[in-house]
Each structure stands twice: as C-alpha cells, then as structure tokens.
C-alpha cells in the first residue's frame, strides 16, 4: 500500500463553481501537470475592473495574492512571488513541471504569461500559429513571453512521470483538444471545451476512440450549461441530436446572408476573430452577396496567416490614418494594408448597400463616421458576449 506522497494527487485551484477557469493540478513525487491556465473567476477579480490601475512590476504578485491565479508552488519566477510565504518559486522548487493549454480562449490561458518562462506549455500546432497570429495583432497574453511547445493530435509525449496525449475535439476556435494523461495510478481524459452544433461534431465523436484504448479512470469536462439541470435536478440524459430551434455553425453564414437582403443600407457584423472558422465562412458569402466584405485590419491579418481567402477589402479608420500620417503604424499592419484594396468610411458612405462591414465592440465608435440609415448591425457571438456584460445593452 502506498503512501500519500507516493500517490498521484489531484486538486482544483479554480473551476468548480464558475463558468470557466477551470485550472487542475496533478502531481506525483517530482513530477506535476497543471492544466488549463485561465483567470479564475473570482470575486477580488471585480478589483481588477476599469477603475484600478494594474501594476506591471506586481503583476504575478498581485493576481496570485488576489486569488485571481492560482498560488501553485514551482511556476513563478522568484522575483515575482518573493514575498508571498508559503510559496515558493520555480527556482525553488525543483519539480518536472509543464503546462497543458486545451484551446485559446481566455479562460483557459488568461494567465499564461504569468507563468516563469522555465514552464513549458504544451498546446496544439494549430493553436501554436494562431497564437502567433494574436501575439502580433497585440492580443498575446499580459506578462513573460510563454514558453510554448507545439504538439501534435494523438502524439504522446512526457512530462516526469506523466504521459499526455492531445486528442482533437470540435470548438469554436482552431486547435482546442483533451489531453489523456496516463498517471502512475491511473488514466484520466480532460475533455477542454467541445460543441456538437459545429462544422466538426465527427471529431468529437472519433476522439472517443483513442481515449478508450488508452483506458479512463476519471473523464472531466466543463459543464458551463449543465448547471440549469443541476439546479432543476433534472436527469442528465445523453442525446446527441440537436434541439430544433439551435442554429448550428454552418446555418450561420446563409442566415447572415438571408437577413442582410432584407437591409437597403450597409451590413454591419461583430464576431471574435479567434472564431476563424466562421471567419471563413463569412468570407465564403463572396460569391453569395453583392456585398463587398470589408474587416478591420487586426481581422484581416488572420484572415491573411490563418485562411486561404484574400477577397477582402481593409476597413481605413480615422484612427489608421492618423497612425499613417504620424508614422507610427506597426510594420505587419502596413504590410497589409499595402498587400490589399483599403476603403474608407467616405467610399463606404457612398454607397453603403454595397458593404457588409466587420466592427468590434471597441471599435463602436467608427459607426458614427458611417451612413447607417437602413442598415442592420449582426452581433455573431462576439464581445460583448451575453447579458452579464453591462455592455452588452449599449
Ligand atoms: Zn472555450
């Protein structure tokens, strides 16, 4: 019979009560496996809102103190976490540790660049080039540049005593996958975030296969909308069709284009860019629409590095221009804007029903340089994302 400290261990640091954060740690004699690594949803993270200044140089120190990180021994550098007790520094510690990040989103890898560049971070090929792509638009994450790692869907690899295999799942984001980690007391699956309703759902259905072979003690998976039933105590009942009145991925292109023949002014759409695939088929409308689709530069550079589409024509803000003219644009941004057709909000104005053109939540105010009259405005799940956000109303 083993010891405690000879058993593999398992604690939640985030993620039991709240949507997303999820973050795990396993750990077994020198050898530790933390996945994800989100912002834990947390009520201190309120501090942390418009009004308070975050400081650069407390960053890692002040998160952890405010429970908004996980204070995990091993995974900060000494410098940042030297005067939290109790825990002690990558430096410190001494243990085989890496990092297991299942998908993009910012609740699975908000906290990322806290972590000591020693921390190796193993994430998919795909999320790897779209990661890249973020970092230069300006949307990597806040802190250390991350240590990451590339691996590959069904390759295994080591982590001290662990074993882990990235399986691909379906999600609303290039690259997300489940990890099967293989302890040395037993196998578990981390499902990360999956849907049904996508353009992949075979994938989900193909990754039971490989998991099974690999044998499961303990399957996890995040269950954002389960806790209506849980509530309701309603029966949890496996069905793998889809409610009738749910749009599924690829309803949404045709619909967009269904609702914007009924406008006689411009088009406008909001979405999150990380979804590339419904980037993709917002593109594909090309041919579908007399509309040309116009989308802000940051967009644009996905489209360009991650998409074999290039009809597309930049949206010019007053804001680009003034960057232009005060030579203070960044060099990807003007490479782009020389490799396509840019247009202004004068052209646009123009003729607005020729246009169906991409503004985010940030950018709002570019809408009043824009003729609006008659036009429609499409919110495709995009920051602001539901209700909870006070934004969302505006
Ligand atoms: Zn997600």
Redesign the pocket.
């Known amino acids: 019979m083993k010891n405690n400290k000879e058993q593999t261990t398992m604690r939640w640091w985030g993620g039991l009560r709240t949507i997303?954060g999820n973050i795990v740690s396993l750990e077994y004699q020198d050898s530790r496996l933390i996945f994800d690594f989100g912002f834990i949803p947390h009520p201190n993270s309120e501090i942390l809102g418009e009004k308070v200044k975050t400081r650069t140089s407390r960053f890692v120190h002040d998160y952890v103190s405010l429970e908004v990180a996980p204070a995990i021994d091993g995974i900060y550098e000494e410098e940042d976490v030297e005067q939290l007790q109790d825990l002690q520094s990558v430096q410190e510690d001494g243990k085989k540790t890496a990092v297991l990040v299942s998908?993009l989103?910012l609740?699975?890898i908000g906290s990322m660049g806290m972590l000591s560049p020693q921390i190796p971070i193993f994430l998919t090929e795909d999320s790897f080039r779209l990661y890249q792509a973020l970092e230069v638009i300006g949307e990597g994450v806040r802190g250390y540049q991350p240590n990451l790692q590339a691996c590959t869907y069904e390759e295994s690899f080591q982590v001290g005593s662990f074993i882990v295999t990235p399986i691909q799942v379906d999600?609303?984001?290039p690259g997300?996958c489940g990890f099967h980690i293989e302890t040395p007391d037993g196998n578990l699956f981390y499902m990360g975030?999956f849907r049904m309703h996508g353009n992949h759902p075979e994938r989900v259905e193909a990754a039971i296969q490989p998991v099974k072979e690999r044998g499961v003690d303990i399957f996890m998976m995040e269950g954002t909308t389960l806790s209506d039933l849980e509530q309701k105590r309603r029966p949890l009942v496996p069905d793998p069709c889809i409610p009738d009145r749910m749009k599924t991925e690829a309803d949404v292109p045709m619909k967009m284009r269904d609702i914007l023949e009924e406008f006689e002014g411009i088009g406008i759409f909001n979405m999150y860019h990380r979804n590339v695939e419904r980037l993709e088929s917002i593109l594909a409308l090309n041919g579908e629409m007399d509309r040309t689709i116009v989308l802000e530069p940051e967009t644009a550079y996905i489209a360009d590095k991650l998409i074999d589409a290039t009809d597309f024509s930049i949206y010019l803000s007053s804001e680009t221009k003034e960057e232009s003219m005060n030579n203070k644009m960044s060099k990807w941004k003007e490479e782009l804007l020389q490799k396509y057709n840019t247009i202004d909000a004068t052209i646009i104005n123009q003729h607005p029903r020729k246009y169906f053109l991409q503004n985010s939540y940030e950018n709002v105010l570019e809408l009043l340089d824009l003729q609006v009259k008659d036009g429609v405005y499409l919110h495709s799940n995009a920051p602001p994302l539901g209700n909870y956000d006070p934004s969302y109303q505006h």
Do not use: N, V, Y
């Open positions: 997303g998908h989103h609740d699975h999600h609303d984001i997300a975030d």
